[in-house]
């Protein structure tokens, strides 16, 4: 079965520092990655995915993601946070599994603050 | 473009009483179609998903229930809420790989 770990549950960063949030992943085959951020009583929005090509991602509002196979990892980066990037970030694996149907797998999530 | 409208936004209801959410896609066809409950805190739950109309598969054994009457219409429904049905509720749509969320509906259950 796919899953994912985010294993910080709060991550903290100066605005204008880089902003990094972990992501490790277990599936048998290829994964599929997906990260999405959530504001505050509104839904989750898509940021970017891995599905096959360059280990490097870029995806939406400046974030970018690195894919890296040996570690299974798929970490969330942004060079330089604002505040206005303080939210809850989820990491999310396909389930690849018979008749999945698009399924997702998402992790616990990662609250992310960026003070001033 | 395609879009993702979710209604109520926010509800309050008593115990025992029945529940309808309702999610409509548009700009777009045959999507896969997915329900989720988000409870206090931060983890996603898959409740029901669909693809497409009529066909409706549950993850969760639960007292809710969902339907897909037309194509771009999904609705979550329940006969007689409980406390722990309260939270928040997400729709989302897929045509491919990523999924695309509603806004989302708060049940407070009371």
């Known amino acids: 079965a796919q899953s994912v770990a985010q294993p910080e549950d709060q991550v903290n960063v100066a605005e204008g520092n880089p902003l990094t949030v972990k992501c490790t992943y277990s599936?048998?085959?290829?994964?599929?990655l997906f990260w999405y951020v959530q504001y505050p009583n509104r839904g989750l929005q898509f940021l970017l995915k891995?599905?096959?090509?360059?280990?490097l991602v870029k995806g939406s509002y400046g974030f970018e993601a690195e894919f890296n196979k040996s570690q299974t990892s798929f970490h969330l980066k942004k060079p330089s946070a604002l505040v206005s990037d303080s939210a809850l970030y989820f990491c999310?694996?396909?389930?690849?599994?018979?008749?999945?149907?698009?399924?997702?797998?998402f992790g616990a999530g990662t609250q992310v603050v960026v003070t001033p | 473009s395609q879009t993702i409208h979710q209604w109520p936004a926010t509800l309050v209801q008593p115990v025992g009483s029945p529940l309808s959410l309702e999610c409509t896609v548009e700009?777009?066809?045959?999507?896969?179609l997915y329900w989720y409950r988000q409870a206090a805190g931060r983890g996603l739950q898959l409740l029901f998903y669909?693809?497409?109309?009529?066909?409706i598969s549950s993850e969760v054994p639960q007292n809710l229930s969902a339907s897909r009457p037309q194509d771009r219409q999904f609705i979550l429904s329940s006969k007689k809420l409980l406390l722990s049905d309260s939270g928040f509720y997400l729709c989302?749509?897929?045509?491919?790989?990523?999924?695309?969320f509603g806004p989302g509906t708060r049940l407070t259950v009371t």
């Open positions: 999310a694996v396909r389930d690849m599994g018979t008749d999945s149907w698009g399924k997702l797998q």
């Open positions: 669909s693809v497409g109309i009529g066909q």
């Open positions: 700009g777009t066809s045959n999507p896969n």
């Open positions: 599936v048998s085959g290829n994964p599929y």
């Open positions: 891995y599905i096959t090509g360059d280990n």
């Open positions: 989302a749509w897929s045509h491919s790989y990523e999924q695309y």
